[in-house]
């Protein structure tokens, strides 16, 4: 009888430990259990259950958070789902490699206007960003890191006009 009170009184112990859990609910259908630490603007550090070490994910891999103590439930971003290349408009380039936490690396992608284009810097720029855009929606990638964005103009472009080359990396969920 004592022991089976024993075995009752620790299961109920360890059922209110591991109800206190932070559940995180990815946008790729994953859960991870432990404890939020932080939230930032972009990233959120947590503890994995039975570990010490604090991690982090971008918020962009993260669709809600239940805080265990509480219950309560925190939207935290909404996904973003890419079909193709008609859906360019929706990727999202980031500029920081922690924004990238959480996401799956996919490939190099690479956007640039023509050598002699005589549009303005601005114009350049946002046909480079486009094609980059373009090119990661064709892969289902709907995050870019962007890795360089550079143009060249006069004497460094041979033709004398000028050209705007971005290039990043894709990532999904």
Sequence with gaps: MTKNVLLLFT????????????QIFLHNGKTV??????????????VYSGEEAENTFGKYAIAKIIYGSSG???????KIEVTGEDDWEKVV?????????GLKKVGEVRGKTGMI???T??????????KLKQEAAEAKCAFILMTA?????????????????????????
């Design 117 to 119: 284009n005589f549009q």
């Design 93 to 101: 380039i980031l500029e920081d490699k922690s924004y990238i936490a």
């Design 11 to 22: 299961l109920l112990i360890t059922s209110v430990i591991t109800a206190q859990d932070d």
């Design 72 to 78: 309560r439930e925190q939207d935290v971003t909404e």
């Design 33 to 46: 259990e432990g404890k939020v630490i932080r939230v930032e603007e972009y990233t959120i550090d947590f």
């Design 121 to 130: 810097g601005n114009t350049g720029d946002k046909k480079a960003e486009k």
């Design 149 to 173: 964005d550079k143009s060249t103009t006069g004497a460094k472009n041979t033709f004398g006009g000028s050209q705007a080359i971005k290039t990043g990396i894709t990532y999904s969920y």
